[in-house]
């Protein structure tokens, strides 16, 4: 992270390329070097952005293809949690937008404060409230917009769930029929197969697609 703050203070244009699960990250990061006067590009080749994190600042300013005339390109790929001890170690003030960002990732990241929350997660929610970060607005369009081919999705999904290894593994098999037919996307399947885990015995998920020789699709293990 060091090393990232001190190349943008020597760069003029900065390219931020991040994917979908980092935008809120991507979204402060983009917001502090605008408080540098420089000039920022922030770049998702992904076919597929979940519209729940429109509500971000700087959403509609997201491209799909790179920045020729950048000199300075940052993969984005660093939690909430990172962005904030790097912004707290390099004494940058945070102001709403940043807060708003960072924010709107912690509640992504950790599923509402209910996953991989410790101390240190809710002092750091606690700075940002007072740094101005839309609570309200965070938790109603990160946990509470969904879609109705969502909840399709995950209805499909559900049904068709089988538990191996002792229920310690949680299988999901789909095939692009699925998607097509929900008017979902893959990455909510990825998504939805996360809820398995609140069943108790599962330490692993699985989710494999049918039409290609049941590829793998993703595969997540519950933290410990």
């Not at 390329?17 to 922030?42: C, M, N």
């Not at 708003?100 to 002092?123: H, M, N, P, R, W």
């Not at 939805?192 to 069943?199: K, N, Q, T, V």
Request: aromatic content about 10%; hydrophobic content about 45%.
């Amino acid at each position: 992270m060091n090393e990232i703050f001190k190349n943008i203070q020597n760069a003029k244009h900065i390219e931020i390329i991040v994917q979908p699960d980092f935008i809120g990250s991507a979204s402060a990061l983009y917001t502090y070097i605008l408080t540098l006067h420089k000039k920022v590009s922030l770049v998702c080749k992904a076919k597929n952005i979940d519209k729940k994190f429109s509500f971000l600042p700087w959403f509609e300013k997201i491209k799909s293809s790179d920045t020729p005339s950048a000199d300075l390109s940052i993969v984005c790929d660093f939690s909430a949690q990172s962005l904030y001890e790097a912004f707290d170690a390099h004494t940058v003030k945070l102001n709403k937008k940043m807060a708003t960002a960072l924010y709107g990732a912690l509640i992504y990241e950790t599923q509402g404060f209910s996953k991989g929350v410790d101390g240190t997660i809710f002092a750091m929610a606690e700075v940002l409230l007072a740094c101005g970060a839309e609570h309200e607005l965070c938790v109603r369009e990160i946990l509470q917009n969904t879609s109705l081919a969502y909840v399709r999705l995950k209805a499909l999904m559900l049904t068709k769930m089988l538990l191996q290894n002792s229920a310690k593994t949680a299988l999901f098999i789909i095939c692009d029929d699925d998607i097509q037919a929900t008017g979902a996307s893959l990455e909510d399947a990825c998504e939805i197969m996360l809820e398995a885990f609140s069943l108790r015995y599962v330490e692993m998920v699985v989710l494999l697609n049918s039409d290609h020789e049941y590829r793998v699709v993703q595969v997540k293990y519950k933290e410990k």
